[in-house]
């Protein structure tokens, strides 16, 4: 039976302990739940596809404190930084190309604009791989009692932190390539992204 926890710093902390153990939960961002795990935890990256019944050849975006956390794992552009200096945290996804191969696999991180969230990502110290808290094709949860809806059964912990205020996913532009590229319209507009 999935465990609902206020997310207080006390549930917070432990709610860290988890994620390094292995567990994968559902925690509020500035626009949806999210569900996650460790970024660099195989076994728990799997139990996040499980969870969210998605196919593994799609990719979970990497949530992140800021640019230090992205530094590691993948080339961040001036463009990047740009945007990153701009908009995050924020409802602002950005895919990059990847360091650690050579044949153009990319990483999407993005800071989320959410005290909790970004106390789980400061306090673990590195990415949470992520996706929206429900299982794949379904509406997005904007509360807790959604998530426990939704994928209750099949994830360790929610953190309860109310409901989100955008309500909307994020905005997710494609910097990996040789021009920008809008992959999804989320909260923030193509317009102020990519300028003239």
Known sequence: MTERWPADSVHVARAVERLRLGSVIAFPTDTLYAVGARARDPVAVARLYHAKQRPTGQPMIWLVSGRDQVEPDALVTDAAADL????????????????????????????????????????????????????????????????????????????????CHIGKPSTIVDLSGPAPRILRQGAIEASKLIRG
């Open 84 to 163: 990153m200096r701009r908009f995050w945290p924020g409802p602002l996804t950005i895919v990059l190309t990847a360091r650690a191969h050579g044949d153009g696999r990319t990483i999407a991180v993005r800071a989320p604009d959410h005290q909790v969230a970004l106390t789980l990502l400061r306090s673990l110290g590195e990415p949470i791989a992520s996706s929206s808290a429900n299982p794949a094709g379904q509406p997005p949860p904007v509360d807790a009692n959604q998530v426990i809806a939704a994928i209750g059964d099949r994830i360790d912990v929610v953190l309860d932190g109310g409901p």
